[in-house]
């Protein structure tokens, strides 16, 4: 496979205006010609050897940032977003998405802002919503996808937040980091309660009262304990946090709160040094993890999917997690593999047969239309409501990553890695996805041209060309 040429003149402009120099300033300190700087950060030439080594010795720079950051996601996004049919046949060019998703983040988010907002009208107005007469019918992000999108775009990675949860479990002693929130939040003054009732939490701010359900998980309730701690002790960081990303409405804000708080214990019960070493030593065995942390396999597989600490990054995995109806409820990807913005994920994906067999890791080899290879782990994380006759919640989650690194997974044993013929095709979106014989595709792609013929059936009422 021939080698990717790295075109990153976004974030070598970025990085140059943080650093507050010149174009001139900055090729003598690269040791490139002026005109050569020019060229790179306008991406008209790729990133060479020598810029990417002289920016790890002269400034320290974690150079694999290069090649991440919001590019493959946007281009994914507005892939998606223009394959809506309000824009017919007007799809661009692959190349050209790319080149403004490069060059023009900032154009590329407000297109995806404004899809955002005529997709809701639309919607508003097809499900009869009284958008008419309303007083908050004006358009504008729902904020829960506002939300979704702030942890997309920092690929679930919150530094300060994750490094304040690191030194609260640094405190713990030998009892864990369970006795240790409920010491601390006893030293606040808390009363905590635990009942046989189906609210998970409840805290009363009168009395002083933290209630925790005896029916959930172990956990469970040391997630929420530390939940507390984040709400009560670190309420400074999350609304400096909430101010950087300057959320359009209330609604968002407070919805991002919790979502950092959330964050905050999660990053608590499993600590980013001690988590990252233990996930290599197990060869990022989700069971282990899960005995080891006293969290669940829920818990740890989306842990796996934050570890983005610049200088300190763990394996680049996707995290995903279904329902039923095939809708994603989490997502999230440190890869180039990007999620559906709207609808379900692929069919062949095997997130979908873990409903089938629960209980089990199912292993998939899966390749994208581009041509890489994943490995995907899926498995089921159904809730029990606690009692008989209480509702069960039913998800699936997958977590995945390039197959390149599959020897450092336990699940990658056994596989037969170098067979093509192993590698079952999944795609992101039905009408972004360029496979022509898949026998599960739901709508046509946008992007081909359809053949109808009436006196032939196959899979597909039609033949894509």
């Known amino acids: 496979m021939a080698t990717q040429k790295l075109y990153a003149g976004a974030k070598l402009r970025e990085t140059r205006l943080r650093l507050e120099l010149t174009q001139k300033e900055f090729a003598a300190k690269l040791g490139v010609s002026l005109p050569y700087l020019n060229q790179m950060e306008n991406n008209n030439r790729p990133v060479s050897t020598t810029v990417v080594l002289a920016l790890a010795q002269e400034f320290g720079f974690d150079v694999t940032e290069l090649s991440t950051g919001d590019s493959e996601r946007l281009v994914s996004d507005m892939r998606e977003a223009i394959a809506d049919p309000v824009f017919a046949d007007n799809m661009p060019p692959l190349a050209d998405l790319r080149l403004t998703a490069s060059n023009a983040p900032a154009l590329a988010r407000a297109f995806l802002d404004l899809h955002r907002a005529y997709r ?35 690929d679930n990675y919150i530094d300060a937040m994750d490094r304040a949860a690191e030194r609260f479990a640094d405190q713990a002693g030998p009892g864990g980091i369970r006795l240790h929130a409920l010491k601390t939040l006893k030293s606040n003054g808390l009363k905590i309660n635990f009942n046989d009732k189906a609210k998970v939490r409840s805290f009363d701010p009168d009395s002083r009262t933290l209630t925790l359900s005896s029916r959930m998980a172990p956990e469970t309730q040391t997630f929420q304990l530390l939940l507390q701690i984040a709400l009560m002790q670190q309420d400074k960081l999350l609304e400096a946090t ?33 988590f990252l070493a233990a996930a290599q030593d197990t060869r990022h065995d989700l069971e ?94 159904s809730k029990s409501g606690g009692s008989f006759g209480a509702p069960v919640r039913r998800f699936a989650i997958s977590l995945g990553c390039e197959v390149r690194h599959a020897a450092d997974l336990v699940y990658g044993d056994d596989l037969d890695l170098n067979n093509p013929l ?3 095709p999944i795609g992101i979106s039905c ?25 032939e059936r196959d899979l597909l009422p039609y033949k894509v060309e």
């Open 242 to 274: 909430l101010d950087f990303a300057r959320f359009q409405s209330d609604e968002a804000r407070a919805i991002a709160k919790i979502g950092l708080a959330n964050y905050f214990a999660g990053a608590a019960l499993m600590p980013y040094s001690a």
């Open 431 to 455: 009408r972004i996805c360029d496979r022509t014989g898949c026998h599960q595709r739901s709508v046509p792609p946008l992007e081909r041209r359809l053949r109808i013929d009436a006196n």
């Open 120 to 154: 809701q009208t639309h919607e508003r107005l097809a499900s009869l919503d009284e958008a008419l007469g309303r007083e908050d019918s004006r358009t504008q992000p729902s904020p829960w996808e506002e939300v979704r999108d702030f942890f997309h775009y920092c």
């Open 288 to 381: 282990l993890l899960s005995h080891h942390f006293g969290a669940s396999i829920e818990q740890v597989a989306h842990r796996l999917s934050t570890l983005q600490r610049p200088g300190a990054k763990g394996i680049p995995f996707f995290f995903v997690r279904v329902d039923q109806a095939g809708t994603i409820t989490k997502r999230h990807s440190a890869t180039r593999l990007q999620f559906a913005r709207f609808g379900g994920a692929c069919p062949l994906w095997n997130v979908h047969r873990a409903f089938e067999s629960p209980g089990r890791f199912l292993r998939q080899l899966a390749e994208t239309p581009d041509g890489v290879r994943y490995i995907s782990l899926a498995r089921d994380v």
């Open 422 to 424: 192993a590698y079952e």
